[in-house]
């Protein structure tokens, strides 16, 4: 069975197709896909899409490219709306995020994006502390910015979290190993383009039982469908795990089974 860990349903590309989407799942052999909240609004999103379909759980939390445009004030009202959830919709939730820092999408003057920076900080101190007082295992976004979420990860006391989509390379891999034996990276379609070697080399040398597989649709269409679909969807996290097949000296049963188990332990499902 397979898990997509992280996608968003309710963007636009997918938000009139996810019945289909949901049924491509069914057909495939996935128990569960993991809807991932970037604001308190499509928090609350995630948590709708939980409770109508069985095979979707939510996490919560306000993304990085989003916190860099709410000012600071705002931190106790909006941290008061996720607990709320945290509170009254816990079954539904497995997860805290996505979180964490992004310098790639920052502001093209130069004293609003020293501003965005910290603003990214201080969200994500305020939300990692929500994430333990519940024990939630934490999802992260880091984008052109490697040594900061280094060092905010090793400060932030968090253990069980992974690093979404990752784009990193091998050094960064083994400083995130060496911050906790429990956390995991999870590899989107990236994996598939051809120009991702450093990715590839990653994939195939960390141990399987470090990894998920995510698509984070609607974005990331595999290499091999650029040409056949408009949107990437959920299902498409067979393309990751095809990659990985291809790559990894494990037989595609061993593969399967691990990232399946290493999911449901990571979230609890
Ligand atoms: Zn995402």
Redesign the pocket.
């Known amino acids: 069975m397979f898990i997509d860990t ?3 349903l309710y963007l636009w590309e997918l938000q009139y197709h996810i019945p289909e989407a949901i049924e491509h799942l069914r057909e495939n052999n996935f128990s569960h896909t993991i809807q ?1 909240g ?1 604001s308190v609004e499509t928090s609350e999103i995630c948590i709708e899409l939980a409770k109508k379909y069985d095979i979707v759980r939510a996490t919560i939390g306000i ?1 990085p490219c989003e916190a860099q445009d709410i000012p600071v004030e705002k931190i106790p009202e909006q941290i008061a709306a996720l607990e709320n959830m945290l509170q009254t919709e816990l079954e539904h939730i497995v997860g805290f995020g ?1 979180i964490g820092f992004d310098h790639y999408h920052l502001s093209s003057d130069a004293s609003e994006a020293t501003i965005q920076q910290w603003r990214q900080i201080e969200w994500f101190r305020a939300q990692v502390q929500l994430a333990k007082k519940y024990n939630l295992p934490v ?1 992260i ?1 880091t984008r052109n910015c490697s040594e900061l979420t280094l060092a905010e990860l090793a400060h932030s006391g968090l253990s069980v979290f992974v690093i ?2 990752f784009s990193e390379d091998w050094s960064f891999a083994t400083k995130i190993f060496d911050i906790s034996a429990w956390a995991k990276i999870s590899f989107t379609n990236i994996l598939t383009y051809s120009k991702s070697v450093q990715i590839q080399e990653v994939a195939a040398k960390i141990p399987l039982d470090k990894m998920m597989i ?1 698509t ?1 649709a609607p ?1 990331l269409i595999p290499e091999w469908l650029k040409w056949k679909v408009s949107y990437c969807e959920p299902v498409h996290s067979l393309h990751v795990f095809q990659k990985l097949c291809e790559i990894r000296n494990e037989t595609p049963e061993i593969i399967e089974s691990q990232l399946w188990n290493s999911s449901c332990n990571f979230f609890h499902l």
Do not use: A, F, G, L
């Open positions: 992280h996608s968003h991932i970037t993304h996505e999802v976004h979404h989509c995510e984070d974005y």
